[in-house]
């Protein structure tokens, strides 16, 4: 696509309504997109593209532009980032403009200081200096400046992943099995899925391959009663009914009833008939109550930072903070703490984060476990392994884009003492 004054002009408007980040930068780009309804395919994958590139390296960015505003702030990512040489600007800028652009296209990232390098804010290098070196801080930081791959799950109700793989080649769509979800599709590319037969039939859905696993850890049993704890739009409780074959039961609760909402057509696709959404207040709603001690496997993907996302939401380096996690740290206890009441003796709770804070995670499983004296830390590898997932991160699954390709998924599997299947 050949770049035109009113490309930058239209991409600038994008970049402009999104940096105040009072709202995720998905949704504020989703208005933006419904309010000029004359841009076309290829005009809004360049202003997204560049509007969340220019986020995953904005530090950088405001750090060697000098006066960081909409336009130099695109005008320098892409110069630098978006591989566009200075021969292809200069019809488009001004003199001086063309002058600090050469001069940013000179500047080596390597010499900032590690805040920068990495594209965390200070209060977060600070956190991560509490169990990562500095070669692990950049490494972390630097595999979060890639754009996420997409993934997609196969509805083994309705199809199998060789068959989706070979529908996806016929059409042109290349894609590969993925290495440890036995039911996850890596795609190359960005190709328009939610408009092809597969995804319109609900034979696939898009899913991160590090959230499929959650799926495993869990096990569900046909015949099993099983809650979603935290279900928002559904994509694990729709994953969880699938491998339950469509029998049993699931519980997807959630306190928002718009996520709730967005699993509705999405359950309608699937073809499952075991899933029955839930609206709740609170985690000490009546509906969670009346279910205590019933309950097979339960499943809590908390509200977190959402940390180990940012490929795909560089904005929550901004929206989130030191306060915010406090306060997060807090609900994640209560959650578990509810949810936890819900198993019937030898059921199972996993707990799962999208975050790589140990206070988001590892500290919430320990506090929990040392008021909870029934309750039994399971292994995750072997409870893995037993699923035939090829993947040893220890008794915790932590995973992260560097190593495994995914989001940063924590998840730790806990039992309540007694018989039970």
Known sequence: MRLTPAHLETATAALRAVL?????????????????????????AFIAETVFGILRHRFFLEQVVGTATPRTLLLGYLAKFHGMNLRELTPLVSEA?????????????EAQPLAVQAEFPEWLVEKLHGFLDEQGILELGRSMQEPAPLDLRVNTLLANREEVLALLKSDGIEGDATPYSPVGVRLSGKPAINRHELFITGKVEIQDEGSQLLGYLLAPRRRHMVVDF????????????????????????DTSEKRLNNLKPRLKRSGLSNLYPQ???NENDLKVKRLAG??????????????????????LKWRQSLQSVEELKHKQ???????????????RLVYATCSFLPEENQEIVKNFLATRPHFTLLNCAELLAQQKVPLDTGVFMQLSPRLHH????????????????
Request: glycine share 10%; with cysteine; net charge positive.
């Open 406 to 421: 995914t989001d940063g998924f924590f998840a730790a599997a806990l039992e309540l003492a007694g018989s039970g299947k």
């Open 230 to 253: 935290c279900a928002g739009a559904g994509g694990k409780s729709l994953m969880l009914a699938a491998l339950m074959r469509s029998q049993g039961r699931i519980y997807a609760f």
């Open 294 to 315: 019933k309950i097979d496997r339960v499943l809590v993907d908390a509200p977190c930072s959402g940390l180990g996302t940012l490929r795909r939401n560089p904005d």
């Open 333 to 347: 206890a209560a959650i578990l703490a509810s949810a936890a009441n819900l198993l019937k003796p030898g059921g």
């Open 279 to 281: 609206l709740i207040a």
């Open 20 to 44: 105040p980040l009072e709202h995720p930068a998905d949704s504020i780009l989703r208005r933006f997109f419904r309010e000029n309804p004359k841009l076309g395919v290829n005009d809004r």
């Open 97 to 109: 403009e063309a002058k600090w652009i050469a001069q940013l296209k000179a500047a080596r990232p």
